[in-house]
């Protein structure tokens, strides 16, 4: 079985000596747009492609504002402190997450509160946020608190596992009848739908990522998207030092961050943005030869949730035991084909370790048996 697995994968990715996970695709403008930058001499924070990439991505999203920042995990930071979390108080999201979730949340001086994976997705159960919220939770005022250890519930953030839209509405309908922000971490969706509508907009403010192994990339890169004009104006003001506009005088009102998006890495994302449909449309092709190829067997391709269009960012499959898992992954990465087990749950991690955690049922079955295969974008033979 492993064997077909090899030489299935070789033969989407025929070009290539060792298949990756995820390579980008710099086939568009990239290089033009960045000597264009380098002509004109607007390399940093300030340049016409910053704008653009804003714009691009409003139009391709949906969203009424996008803000661009460094890197995903600043703009996470960013989109918590404009939804008012603060220090000392706690923040919902989920175990099986990438790092930076939980790490942003320790920026602002929040601490997390776990919640258990879905059945039917990776991401967030809407289940399990409740039992936690119904058994902890106390609405005093117009903010959520929690009743044991007294802090402010400010904020829940899911994710978007592999670019797989989580069951956003139940989370959003949960959220508002508790009173708590709602910070969407789509930096792996780009592309991905919920019910039609764009994944990142259903909360307060969603965050997209650039980084090297992303559907698009500009080298680093994030956005937050939003439809408040008063967040988004939030950021800006925020993520460029927080100076007030003034031709001359340096008068910065608050504490600010060094977080807008250079030109250079703009321009590039502008070039990538180009592509994003193309992109979406191959990675749709390629996921869908997967689920072909595991449709019989014990290995079970993770497909995209009812109503949802994932963008297929990650491929993934599940095995039946962590046994199969390891023998898969030190099989195909012998072999030529990169592949690689999901992230370990936050709760394992030394800084993560002591925080409150609901059970983790989903979760620990998935940390051990959830394999993702090969996912770059595929180029013609
Ligand atoms: C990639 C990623 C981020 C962080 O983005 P960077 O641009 O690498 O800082 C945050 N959350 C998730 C879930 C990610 O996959």
């Not at 506009?245 to 910065?252: A, L, R, S, T």
């Not at 993770?302 to 994932?310: A, G, M, T, W, Y």
Request: glycine letters at 6%.
């Amino acid at each position: 079985m492993y064997k077909n697995i090899v030489e299935f994968v070789k033969d989407l990715y025929p070009s290539k000596e060792f298949i990756p996970l995820h390579a980008p695709v710099f086939q568009g403008n990239e290089k033009k747009y960045l000597n264009d930058c380098i002509d004109s001499t607007f390399v940093s924070s300030v340049g016409e492609y910053v704008n653009k990439f804003e714009k691009m991505m409003c139009d391709y999203t949906k969203a009424k504002y996008a803000v661009a920042t460094t890197n995903g995990t600043s703009a996470l930071h960013t989109a918590l402190m404009i939804v008012g979390v603060e220090p000392g108080t706690e923040v919902l999201s989920q175990a099986l997450t990438f790092v930076a979730t939980a790490n942003a949340i320790s920026y602002v001086g929040a601490t997390p509160i776990f919640i258990d994976s879905a059945v039917n997705n990776l991401g967030m159960c809407p289940e399990s946020l409740e039992e936690f919220l119904n058994a902890n939770a106390q609405i005093i005022g117009e903010q959520a608190f929690n009743k044991i250890s007294k802090k402010r519930i400010s904020a829940c953030v899911p994710m978007h596992v592999f670019g797989n839209p989580v069951d956003i509405n139940s989370i959003q309908k949960i959220c508002k009848k508790f009173k708590i922000p709602l910070v969407e971490d789509a930096a792996e969706s780009l592309g991905s739908y919920y019910h039609n509508e764009h994944t990142g907009l259903k909360g307060d403010v969603g965050i997209l990522s650039f980084n090297g192994n992303k559907v698009v990339t500009c080298g680093g890169g994030g956005m937050i998207i939003t439809n408040n004009e008063q967040l988004a104006k939030k950021a800006k003001h925020i993520t460029t030092t927080a100076k007030q506009p003034h031709k001359w005088e340096f008068y910065h009102d608050e504490v600010g961050y060094n977080y807008r998006l250079p030109n250079i890495n703009a321009a590039m994302a502008c070039a990538q943005m180009e592509q994003l449909e193309g992109f979406i449309i191959n990675k749709r092709q390629t996921a869908d030869a997967y689920r072909k190829f595991f449709s019989n067997g014990n290995i079970k391709f993770v497909d995209e949730s009812k109503d949802c269009q994932s963008n297929f960012w990650l491929n993934a499959v599940e095995v039946e035991s962590k046994e199969a898992r390891d023998e898969l992954l030190e099989y195909t990465n012998k072999n030529g084909v990169m592949t690689r087990p999901i992230w370990r749950l936050m709760t394992e991690l030394p800084a993560f370790a002591h925080s409150l955690k609901m059970p983790m049922k989903n979760a620990e079955k998935y940390v051990n048996t959830i394999v993702n295969l090969p996912s770059s974008v595929r180029l013609p033979k």
